[in-house]
């Protein structure tokens, strides 16, 4: 039979095993800029920057060769004709620079994707290893715990097995609070595995690759007006300016201009004609497209702004809950420092009712296995609230990613 006060040392010093240590991996921003998901996006940007070497093109020139003969009656002669043309189609006034303009704009828009898509992914990836490590931390918090608990448990038996007469409704309780423990550890091990399972997901790593360790943003680094989100949608905007652009210069006539050369040869001699030729269309129906085009770019122009202000009222949302998590988080260790020390005062108090107990008075056996187990479990409790405070607060953190400047997450991906 353990002696009450060795009893009480056992369950409020035994340390369980601690969890596997994940190795450590590249920094999250390089991390993520390996990705293939991020490749593909930089891939885009490629193709939008070559695209701009066919923006404002000019038509290709045509040639035109035509031969004939005429064959006259009996008072008539015989004649040998050919004529050669050269025509250059025009484009529209105003054409190339608007392709130009929206070639430059898909670049924008690309490269301002390639940021978003960076930030989505790394904050996604950031939230999934806050959870993990948050979950990690509950489980060493369980697994010194749950040794506690079966001590308690085996000293309820050692006591049964003496012939003494504890509750067996205390032992049923200590069983099933120590089946509940269990089924918890066993669901926040998932919970870690399937997050940083995610996490390699998402970064398109391998099962057994290590993974980058958690970071994020502060948040003096978010600038509402820089953001990468605000900055999609003042690409969209290049985009729908060029685009109204486009529209309006096709609202002009299609013009080209030609040369022509005609030799007619005959007895009397050969005789030349040059001439110049210009043509244009008659902009009847491509006017009404035009303004139904330039209609359509106002709206997308008008959609593109409504969606920076309304990034912008997200990073302020994100920015305030960040502070108010902080906030929470910093409460719950200021106040959990009284709150510990009134649960070493207790504890104290319990060691000594049971050297007094030893003496012939003071707390019963049971009475104080159950009062000991009873302070252990609102010690973890607190610890666990801390660490539930603390795990709001990065992943709230972790949402800043998405709405970082573009040029910190722009060089994120080389080679």
Known sequence: MIARPTLLLVLLGLAGPASAAEPAGPGLLEAVGRAPQLQAAARRI?????????????????VEAMGSRVNADAMGENRDMWELSVRQPL???????????????????AEADFALTAGDLAAEVALALAEADGADARVALLEI????????LQSIDA????????????????QNRLAGMQLELEQLRRLAADQRALA?????????????????PEVSEIDAADAATVAVARARIAEADAMGKMARAGANPMTSVGLRFERERSSMGNQDTVGLAVSSEIPWRTRRYARAEVRAAEADRAAATADAEAARHRIAAAVSRVAR????????????AGTQARLDAEHEALSRSLGATRHGGGMAGDSAVLHAVDILDRSTALQIQILEAETSARTARAELWRYLPPRRLLPSVQN
Do not use: W, Y
Request: net charge positive.
């Open 200 to 216: 390699r997901g998402r970064l398109g790593l391998a099962p057994e690759a290590p993974l980058p360790a958690f970071a994020a």
């Open 91 to 109: 484009p529209k006034r105003g054409e190339r620079a608007a392709d130009l303009a929206r070639a430059t704009a898909a670049v924008g828009l």
């Open 159 to 174: 006591r049964l097995a003496a012939g003494l007469t504890p509750q067996i409704a205390d032992r049923l309780a200590f």
């Open 145 to 152: 715990q749950i040794p506690r608990l079966q001590a308690a």
């Open 46 to 62: 490629e193709a939008a920057q070559a695209r701009t070497g066919a923006a404002g093109r000019l038509a290709d020139p045509e």
């Open 325 to 336: 998590a902080e906030r929470v988080a910093a409460a719950a260790r200021q106040l959990s």
